[in-house]
């Protein structure tokens, strides 16, 4: 029976999954928090799942390793250095594990974290088919090296591992192996992801600035570090919940996805100190909702977003969602580690305003709006976008405040002023402004279309103009 390979690709967290079949046997590699859908592609197969491989420890999701073990009795089987407090196979370098027809061998490429591993899959011919290069080899990228810093290691030390992990383990693979990273662009993982999710062993030695031939241990130290932005606070609490085991999916789903009518919800808030998330669509959420909640849209970078501002993982929470899809955002939740849901608002904001209850809004003006009010006004102008979108481009007087960091940075803004907020489309200014709004900064204004609908005004923008040498 010829093997199947089949990449499962979750946008929301710019994350590969693979299931691999051969002869009845299937190893399921990097799996998602909700692991049921491995065992139904198993069994709709006749197959059964043997293995679970774990590139490394992620920082930037839970996998779903355990509670698929549970399940299964499948081995959890992680590169050489891996300690867990659960059973895990430790495998060494090169240690081959068989599938059917097929063998998963192990590379150990330390850098991105030590224990880091790649699993290269021989074929039944005995020919490398393919490379499954976890945060080791992204296409256009390589993983950053500073995730997994102890006392004695440095990131630079890392980034030299790295060097000889790529050098020695897989520039050597044939040009034709077909390289399945773990994440695409979108990921905090690495710096500049491709889009693409399948790639080549020849098309990465061609295209991608960390393999090239030439290149020294100094000169991949210095441009793999170049331009790596903080890591986000949760990635350092998820790589511990990876390494120690969590609550089962199931149960989450179960204590997270209850129906609370108003009154409920409300008695949840002031009680539990609850934490009101609004994942509505921003146009919703503007023109209505329940004071100090918190937006994040689930139709954006809704999970790291959640991992990137709200602190602390235990954070009791409850939700307004849209019709039907409470589900699918205590699931989205889960996925970084928030397992404190305590249920959501049953019938939305129409059953809280319905309710008597009071609501708040949040003035958006347009991007044409907004030019006439600077050309008039003495205006302070928010921009929270990143850094290196900011430095790319950005308006004259604009103050920037990138949303990544906007807990840290509420000493930089006075509630007496009043702030014209923008981003690049229009979600993330409605994050900001909505957690500014829970700490009590009420003068805000939203630009809807952000930074791309200012451009097409008059407004002058000061671009990044690249240095030249004579």
């Not at 790295?162 to 034709?176: C, E, G, H, T, V």
């Not at 405040?401 to 702030?419: C, G, H, P």
């Not at 994050?431 to 700490?439: E, F, G, T």
Request: hydrophobic letters at 40%.
């Amino acid at each position: 029976m010829k093997m199947k390979i089949e990449q499962i690709y979750t946008g929301c967290l710019a994350q590969g999954a693979y299931y691999i079949e051969s002869n009845g046997e299937v190893a399921i590699i990097d799996p998602l928090r909700e692991t049921q859908q491995y065992v139904d592609k198993a069994n709709s197969e006749n197959a059964k799942i043997k293995y679970i491989f774990e590139t490394h420890f992620h920082a930037d999701f839970v996998s779903g390793h355990v509670d698929l073990a549970k399940k299964t009795d499948a081995k959890i089987v992680f590169g050489p250095g891996a300690n867990t407090t659960y059973e895990i196979i430790a495998a060494t370098d090169n240690q081959e594990f068989k599938l059917g027809d097929i063998t998963i061998k192990v590379l150990h490429t330390p850098g991105h974290t030590l224990e880091s591993s790649s699993f290269l899959l021989i074929d039944e011919n005995d020919k490398n088919h393919a490379v499954f290069s976890g945060d080791t080899l992204f296409l256009g990228d390589v993983g950053r090296p500073d995730l997994a810093i102890k006392s004695d290691l440095t990131k630079e030390d890392l980034a030299g591992m790295l060097y000889d992990s790529l050098r020695n383990k897989i520039m050597p693979l044939a040009d034709d192996v077909i390289v399945y990273p773990a994440h695409g662009a979108g990921s905090a993982c690495g710096k500049n992801l491709s889009k693409e999710t399948v790639g080549s062993i020849g098309d990465q030695k061609k295209t991608n600035y960390a393999l090239r031939a030439d290149m020294t241990r100094a000169e991949f130290v210095e441009e793999v570090l170049d331009g790596i932005a903080p890591p986000p606070q949760y990635f350092a609490k998820n790589a511990m919940l990876n390494k120690t085991g969590y609550d089962t999916f199931e149960n989450v789903l179960k204590t997270g996805n209850i129906p609370l009518d108003p009154e409920n919800f409300e008695a949840i808030a002031n009680h539990e100190a609850a934490l009101v998330l609004d994942v509505r669509p921003e146009s919703e959420y503007i023109k209505g909702h329940i004071p100090n909640s918190i937006f994040i849209g689930l139709h954006g970078g809704f999970a790291p977003w959640v991992g990137a501002l709200i602190t602390d993982l235990k954070q009791p929470i409850i939700l307004v969602v849209p019709e039907g899809k409470s589900k699918e955002a205590v699931t989205r939740l889960s996925r970084v580690g928030y397992d404190n849901t305590l249920g959501y608002l049953e019938g939305g904001i129409e059953a809280w305003t319905n309710s008597g209850r009071e609501i708040d809004t949040l003035e958006s003006i347009s991007a044409e709006a907004f030019a006439n009010r600077v050309k008039n006004q003495d205006i302070n102008i928010l921009d929270v976008r990143k850094d290196g979108e900011f430095k790319a481009s950005h308006l004259e007087n604009a103050q920037h405040f990138a949303l990544d960091f906007i807990n840290q940075k509420m000493n930089e803004v006075s509630k007496e002023k009043t702030y014209h907020i923008h981003c690049l489309g229009g979600y993330r200014s409605v994050i900001a402004a909505s957690i500014l709004k829970a700490r009590g900064f009420n003068n805000l204004v939203d630009v809807a279309g952000g930074f791309g609908a200012i451009k097409k005004t008059d407004l002058p923008i000061t671009d990044f103009v690249c240095p030249t040498t004579l």
